[in-house]
């Protein structure tokens, strides 16, 4: 099954973790003057496989939580976006979810994130094996997953069933250097996980990353498209982006809004994305889609929670001006 194909079917099993989110309320109140907290869904993976359904597609995840309130938590919201979450399996003893707690402001912005004996990594082969990936379009993943054993092994070996399946694998690179013991282990696998890859999205710094430099990472994304991915998404941030697919670069803008926080655009951008294609969409309109769903999320307090619907990025683009220049 090709790429666009497989994103066409619009019904995607997304592999990696889900976390509880908290954050301040009311929106610009730093964590250490906060009275209130609210609580939502959060993990790139599960915002990913949250946002494809809001946007009206299909997702499963697999992962593992903490088999305890966070972890059933966790599987009650997916559930509540309407994930499936069949392979969402929790792991006892002293093994814990994934907690973040971050704030609803651009300065000073503030994130701390909890991974210590993080129970998504120990998903195994068994959890991945579990999965007919036949069943599905296309195969998502976001690069904590390799960040430590046996999660590694176990997304790699999905990897490989997935492609005996016949079906695309699309990587967001999602360098978090929290979660892995040396810069040095994290180029090294995710330049590996990218080489596997149909469709690979990251930022400048990510491609940067995984080329030794960031002066270097333009290339790196251009040589991704030349030997191995079909498409190839280089975000810049403010300044847009440069998409490589079939031998062209397509460079588009943002759509520029009030933001409230700089985290969960990279999520909301792929579920955009990818959905905009199995809609019909351009290449190009598909980008810009993904675009908007990502200022979306900014400009609202919460990760899966702020992610745009169907009508909510309808209305979002019938009511704003328009993207940059490229």
């Known amino acids: 099954m090709g790429l666009i194909e497989g994103i066409k079917a619009n019904n995607f099993v ?8 908290l954050y301040p309320d009311p929106p610009g109140v ?3 003057d906060a009275q209130m907290l609210e609580v939502g869904m959060g993990g790139s993976s599960a915002n990913i496989a949250a ?4 946007l009206g597609g299909k997702s499963a995840l697999v992962t593992r939580v903490s088999d305890d309130a966070v972890g059933r938590y966790c599987v009650q919201q997916l559930k509540n976006y309407g994930v499936n979450a069949d392979h969402v399996t929790p792991v006892a003893g ?13 300065q000073d912005h503030q994130s701390v994130i909890y991974r210590n004996g993080a129970a998504d990594f120990q998903m195994d082969i068994a959890d991945v094996e579990a999965v007919d990936y036949a069943k599905f379009g296309a195969l998502i993943t976001a690069g904590t997953v ?42 090294e696998v995710l330049s590996r996980a990218a080489a596997e890859c149909d469709m690979i999205v990251g930022n400048d710094e990510e491609f940067g990353f995984m080329a030794g430099s960031i002066d270097k990472g333009l290339a790196k994304a251009r040589e991704l498209s030349e030997t191995s991915a079909a498409i190839v998404v280089y975000k810049m941030g403010p300044e847009g982006a440069i998409t490589f697919a079939n031998g062209e670069e397509i460079r588009t803008g943002i759509y520029p809004v009030d933001a ?6 990279g999520d909301s951008f792929m579920a955009g994305f990818v959905t905009s294609i199995a809609d019909g969409h351009d290449l190009k309109t598909a980008i810009l889609r993904g675009s908007a769903c990502a200022s979306v999320t900014v400009s609202r307090a919460g990760c899966a929670p702020a992610m745009a619907d169907t009508k909510t990025l309808e209305t979002f683009l019938a009511e704003h001006p328009g993207p940059t220049a490229a």
Request: glycine residues 6%; charged residues 20%; proline residues 8%.
């Open 260 to 265: 409230l926080k700089p985290t969960g655009a």
């Open 94 to 106: 002293e093994f814990r979810n994934s907690t973040a707690i971050y704030e609803s402001r651009v």
């Open 51 to 54: 946002g494809i359904c809001k």
């Open 14 to 21: 997304v592999i990696g973790r889900v976390g509880m989110d």
């Open 146 to 187: 390799f960040a430590a054993e046996p999660s590694r092994a176990a997304t790699f070996h999905a990897f490989s069933l997935a492609k005996k399946a016949g079906v695309p694998i699309i990587f967001d690179v999602d360098y978090r250097p929290y979660s892995w013991p040396s810069p040095q282990v994290a180029s």
């Open 30 to 32: 730093a964590i250490e």
